[in-house]
């Protein structure tokens, strides 16, 4: 990934300098930001800062990268969790209705509905949202972000669209998923033992097809947040909104390798707690795993 | 102990939707079940059986299955009666054991879960009253420790246990009839035994009667009063187990009982052991079934000629000699028909 990233053809130093510099002041900045020693030494170094929790300074701000992330941060995790809620909202119902009249009118519109989400842009999604609600209609601010401490109601009206996007996205995904596990869970023997025992279809469908039904989807809700998490970049963009995916972008435009290599060093650690997470989650649901 | 049947089964009809067409899976069945008596349904994979009796439960997925005919649990019609009375019925009025154990229990919840909510469907049962109930019902079934094991999942037990609990689940409610359902075929055979011998106990206890669904002639031998043999949906030949499996009159029986190993058989001069003989081919599919009998394309006999076009109906070949049952429950025994739906009684294998 180290390597990767300075393979990037570009020069950070020439990008930080502009058009005109003397090559005193390039050799100088050069030396200062260590870009002149052997990559795998730049490597060890960096690596060996990074575990005390020193990810270096932006060449292109001069701040260190951790206060940048640390300032990225609330509008990433107010975008993804946000995402996740209105993917939930959108795709445990449907899915569940459609597994339950599988082939029905009901059925099919999911289908189109989710293949839609899947297929479709996200930032074409964004685009005709901000050119209905806020240019036609007016009724939302096309992007920003404001902290919620702020000034809840701005906060709630730029988080709608953005949310909305990688949500309906996020849900089109996890639509799927929760219509073919609640399927599975439906055909299992042990829902036919729970109906001849005279259970309410209620009482069947909570604990005997949900309840089965959870861990597929506690899994791909797991693999859709860590994406959110790790920035939504395009959206992000389209929405003005200043999260991770955006910071990341930025760095990659200046050849910000420090803001870059932090970035992309918060996405893999977001993975694996996010596994982690599932993995917990996983044996509290499911007695077969535990030990 | 005889008296009104459990049930009666009248013309039971049961057609599936496939994407093959429809498929008539249960063609005209009747029988009746009397309290303490135990009927054995056998016949190949595929000839009706379980979807026979999941079809009484309104287990079959409505969508796919049409269902007609009469199916009285004491008198009342289980293919008629509105979907919350039916849940009523379900439990108290018949009890079901399936036939993998390794299947029909929810792996995510306790054992002791899945026996207390089956109790409290049927009841204003505390909790803990039910669980009371849980723990003797584990018990009767013989599961060891059984406090223990209501705090047990599914796959902390071996196969034998599991199919110990769906019995005590199939038991919670007291039902008056017990289908039970291929309920040996997944176990091995001194599980299978102790299963047989813990439901002919409970049956004698309760005066159960008991559907008892297998393809296996020496289970059916041990613990049935009476046999029905069913082929292509339809059933073939019923009777007393004695006349069924001694005196059996349809060619699809005969080559049944004609292909089980005969142990006691002896060896030939080399010593090598005389071959099984079977039936061959396979049973109809049921989206196309033949227009006569439904073993016509199988059948060594075809002593007949209607044999190819018409379906022979089910008559009676003998009746039984009184006191022929295995259960003593059953005094009017003499009055129980052997019947076979053939013109071949005689002759072929025979």
Redesign the interface.
Known sequence: MFALVHLVPGDPVRLALGTRFSQETYDALRERSGLDQPLLEQFVTWLGRAVTGDLGVSFRSGETVTSQIAERLPATLTLAFASILVALVIAVPLGTISALRPRSVVDRVATVISQFGISVPDFWMGIVLILVFAGTLGWLPSGGYVPLTEDPGGWLQRLLMPALVTGVVSGSVITRFVRSSVLEALG???V??????????R?VFT??VL??ALLPLVTVTGVQLAYLLSGVVVVEIVFSWPGLGQLALQAVEARDYPVLQGAILLFALVFLVINLVVDLLYSA????IRR | MSGDPVLEVEDLRVRLRTPRGPAEVVNGLSYTVGAGETVAVVGESGSGKSVSVLALLGLLPARVATVTGRALLQGEDLLTMPPERLRQVRGPGAGMVFQDPMTSLNPVLTIGRQLVEGIRAHGDVSKSAARTRAAELLREVGLPDPEKALDRYPHELSGGMRQRVVIAIALSNSPSLLIADEATTALDVTVQAQIIDLVEKLQAEHGTGVIWITHDLGVVAGIADRVLVMYGGRCVEDGTVDDVLERPAHPYTRGLLGSLPDLAAPAGPDGEVPELTTVPGLPPPPTDLPPGCVFWPRCPVRADPRCETEQPPLAVVSRAAAGATASGALEEGSRLPHRAATWCTEGGQG
């Open positions: 299992s023997d042990h036919r033992t729970a109906q001849a025992k005279g259970l309410g279809s009482q604990w005997h309840r089965n649901i499911d007695p077969r």
